[in-house]
């Protein structure tokens, strides 16, 4: 479930630059670097510039390759002040549900699995007999 969220920049307190998932234009939402020139635990708002909120471009194109830093350059900063949140990705909103998250897992841990999908249900709903009979045969087979 970990996977399915990234974080949408806000100050860059919260967001490791190396590790966390936050470049929206990344199919995995992270950086390629394996090395961290500025520290493992260096935070996103580490590489903005100290007199304003803005990219410190030279430090950027430092640290890392050329396709990260320009997608990280192309990413705007928020100037309202507004602090870095968890999104889910799977999601319009970004607001995470209960079912979008049993979608989503099971998507990726039972959409594999050849399953037949039974109509059987659907079937006993369908005939033409009384509804008492059709509710008591449903109950019997469900053991109620």
């Known amino acids: 479930m ?3 969220f990234r974080w949408v920049l806000g100050d860059g ?7 966390d998932p936050w ?6 939402f992270k950086v390629d670097n394996s090395v961290h020139p ?10 903005f510039r100290h007199d304003r909120k803005a990219w410190d471009e030279d430090k950027i194109r430092r640290s890392f390759n050329d396709g990260d830093a320009s997608v990280i350059l192309t990413t705007r900063i ?3 002040g507004s602090k870095d949140r968890l ?3 799977h999601s319009h909103n970004g607001q995470y549900s209960v079912k979008m998250g049993y979608q989503y897992w099971h998507s990726n841990h039972l959409g594999n ?4 999908k039974s109509d059987g249900w ?4 369908r005939l033409s007999i009384p509804h008492k009979i059709k509710v008591y045969l449903w109950r019997f087979c469900r053991n109620c």
Not at 13 to 19: G, S
Not at 23 to 28: A, G, I, M, Q
Not at 38 to 47: L, P, R, T, Y
Not at 113 to 116: A, E, G, L, R, S
Request: proline share 2%; glycine share 8%; with cysteine.
């Open 23 to 28: 470049l929206r234009e990344k199919e995995n």
């Open 113 to 116: 699995i050849n399953v037949k």
């Open 2 to 4: 970990k996977s399915g």
């Open 38 to 47: 500025e520290g493992a635990n260096a935070k996103v708002c580490d590489f």
């Open 122 to 125: 659907g079937k006993l709903w």
């Open 87 to 89: 999104a889910w990705v």
């Open 13 to 19: 307190n919260l967001i490791n630059i190396y590790d």
């Open 78 to 80: 928020p100037q309202n």
